[in-house]
């Protein structure tokens, strides 16, 4: 197979926030103390080594950086400043715009303003949509029930047609990176039936976020703050994108509280808000080393988070209050932001809540077709025990 070389990849990174990797000298601290490298595995330098050679689709076919959760350890530990791990986050967000088929995301990733003023147009445009409908068959006094200002009915069909289109463009990302990685583009024959006895893997790097729980381990603090707000805030907009597609009726539905919906809704509302208030904290002061350097993305994505979990709560007090009018009203703006925020979602950093236990699996699949293919183990389906 030609050797792909691009000279130009590093200049082209920097545009996806990495910057310091031509001070790489290849020591392989960084190797030695992340807590994720394998022998399968050798990164961060071996990407760093990649980018260097310009081995562009090396990279591309890479399953390393998404084994990486960012703890930071190798970045602490370079002697040269070279910030493997800003360099590895970076190449996440160059893979999803690899992976993305319609441009968006890395016209997102490379200018902040331009997604800043997509997001702004989408909000807007969305506010007039619901304001002139609400206006058209509603009551803006009237917040559930017949006359409605937004019915619960219309709301469950858009978040469905909402819901197809993102998961359209994830699914499409996500073909995409399983075809580079492990597909056509991948070195190692990989047997249909590994994918099945490690499918279990998805589910658990999902729910769990294991992973970024072992980086804890290995540093002296071990209070795993960092890993319960992550996990706080990934179940908290999986469980309220949940609970918003399928049980939007009984969430408008009032002035009574519905405790068997609303208590995972008054849940989900907490993960995100101390979720998104401890990330967008540590980003302000810088206190760890993956807050050191933010990219534009990362801004937006937590201030439309806390800006969500924020007109939810209070649209929901105003509801429970009696306030009808105010309510319509903070539910137009909810609504502003939570339409750019997922349809964002396939082109930007929310892309890892999918593609990371995606790429956690595929690599587990990887390496145990790498083993067997070492020892010389047959590769095609097992054959059965005979009695
Ligand atoms: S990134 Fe830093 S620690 Fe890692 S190999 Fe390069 S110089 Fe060494
Ligand atoms: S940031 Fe942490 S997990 Fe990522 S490569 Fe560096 S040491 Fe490994």
Redesign the pocket.
């Known amino acids: 197979m030609a050797i792909r070389v691009n000279p130009k990849i590093i200049d082209d990174l920097e545009g996806y926030g990495a910057e310091d990797v031509q001070l790489c000298y290849h020591c392989g601290n ?2 030695a ?5 394998d022998e399968f595995n050798v ?2 330098r071996r990407p760093m080594r990649y980018l260097q050679m310009g081995l562009e689709r090396k990279l591309e076919t890479s399953l390393e950086p998404w ?9 602490d ?1 370079c002697p040269r400043g070279a910030e ?2 800003e360099t ?2 970076s190449l996440r967000r160059w893979l999803i715009s690899r992976y993305d088929i319609t441009g968006i995301a890395r016209l997102f990733f490379k200018s902040t303003k331009v997604e800043l003023a997509a997001v702004i147009i989408v909000a807007l445009l969305t506010g007039i949509f619901f304001l002139g409908f609400g206006l058209w068959q509603g009551d803006i006094n009237v917040y559930d029930g017949s006359n409605a200002f937004l019915p619960s009915s219309f709301i469950h069909n858009f978040d469905l047609a909402l819901g197809f289109l993102v998961a359209l463009f994830i699914g499409l990302s996500a073909f995409r990176f399983w075809w580079f990685s492990m597909g056509g583009k991948s070195a190692v024959p990989i047997p249909w039936w590994l994918y099945i006895k490690k499918v279990y893997l998805l589910p658990w790097h999902f729910f769990t976020q294991k ?1 970024f729980a072992d ?1 804890e381990k ?1 540093t002296t603090r071990r209070i795993y703050l960092p890993w319960l707000a992550h996990l706080g805030l990934m179940l908290g907009y999986v469980t309220m994108l949940f609970i918003v597609m399928v049980f939007v009726k009984q969430l408008q539905a009032g002035p009574e509280i519905n405790w068997s919906v609303h208590v995972f809704g008054y849940l989900a509302s907490l993960g995100l808000l101390i979720g998104a208030v401890y990330m967008l904290r540590g980003r302000l002061k810088k206190n760890r ?2 807050y050191q350097r933010s990219h534009g993305s990362d801004w937006i994505f937590l201030v439309l988070l806390f800006i969500i979990a924020l007109t939810g709560v209070t649209q929901h007090i105003l509801h429970r209050s009696g306030l009808l009018l105010a309510a319509n009203i903070v539910y137009i703006v909810h609504l502003m932001v939570v339409v750019p925020w997922l349809l964002r979602m396939p082109f930007t950093k929310w892309a890892h809540m999918f593609l990371r236990p995606l790429g956690m699996y595929f690599s587990a699949v990887r390496n145990e077709a790498l083993t067997r293919q070492r020892s010389g183990i047959e590769t095609t389906v097992p054959a059965r025990k005979v009695a």
């Open positions: 960084c190797s103390v992340c807590p994720h490298a990164f961060p084994l990486c959760y960012y703890c930071g350890q190798c970045s530990q493997p791990g590895m986050m992973r980086c290995e080393t993956q």
